[in-house]
Every structure is written in structure tokens, then in C-alpha cells.
């Protein structure tokens, strides 16, 4: 399973901007897909959520500016993300949660995509 993220690069802050995730390769299904970013000299942090069902969880300090969504036939996550400002820099990577067995012996694994750089200038 690979997990190819794309649309990172310079904004103003204020600006927006949309990163995709597309999850390819063999599996049954994706059962949950996340976004995930490390600022400068940051930990990792959990993002944005999205689950098969539709339901989406966010952290505070994007709330109300970020968007997830999903096309879990197209196996595709996508991060909507306005006002940003330039404590949203960082590199962002996505997950995803997949059902690497069968639909009656479900057997889950989390996969990782590369990351893609945001930069938001001040």
C-alpha cells in the first residue's frame, strides 16, 4: 500500500491552500484516514480525521479553518486549509487505516505517505 500526498508549498498567511492524499496498491478497503503534521522543531500531531462513514474529528487549533474530506471509492483524502497563518508551517503527511485482509477475516494496518511541505509566510 503507497500513499502519495501532493499539493504543499508556499502561502501567504491568510491563504489557503489543498492538500490530496491518494492511497494506492492492494487492500480491501480503507477504513479511516488522517492528516498528521510536524512544524519546526514540533512533535507530530494529529490533524484531521475522517472515517469510511463520513465522520471527521479535527484539532482545536484547526477548527473551523480546516476541512477533510474523502472519496473512499477513489481511495482519496483531501485538507482543505484557509487562514492560514504561519504557526500552520509544517510538513504534512497523511494515513490511512486499511483492511489489508479480507471482508469476513478483516485484518487492519496503518500506512504512511511521505509528507509535503506547507510553508506560510507572514
Known amino acids: 500500500v503507497q500513499l502519495q500526498a501532493s499539493g504543499g508549498g508556499l502561502v501567504q498567511a491568510g491563504g489557503s491552500r489543498k492538500l490530496s492524499c491518494a492511497a494506492s496498491?492492494?487492500?480491501?478497503?480503507?477504513?479511516?484516514m488522517n492528516w498528521y503534521r510536524q512544524g519546526p522543531g514540533k512533535q507530530r500531531e494529529l490533524v484531521a480525521t475522517i472515517t469510511g462513514e463520513g465522520t471527521t474529528t479535527y484539532a482545536d487549533s484547526v477548527k473551523g479553518r480546516f476541512t477533510i474530506s474523502g472519496d473512499f471509492v477513489k481511495n482519496t483524502v483531501y485538507l482543505q486549509m484557509n487562514s492560514l497563518t504561519p504557526e500552520d508551517t509544517a510538513v504534512y503527511y497523511c494515513?490511512?487505516?486499511?483492511?489489508?485482509?479480507?471482508?469476513?477475516?478483516?485484518?487492519?494496518?496503518?500506512?504512511w505517505g511521505q509528507g509535503t511541505q506547507v510553508t506560510v509566510s507572514s
Open positions: 494515513s490511512a487505516h486499511v483492511n489489508i485482509g479480507s471482508t469476513w477475516y478483516p485484518r487492519e494496518s496503518e500506512y
Open positions: 496498491g492492494r487492500f480491501n478497503s480503507i477504513n479511516v
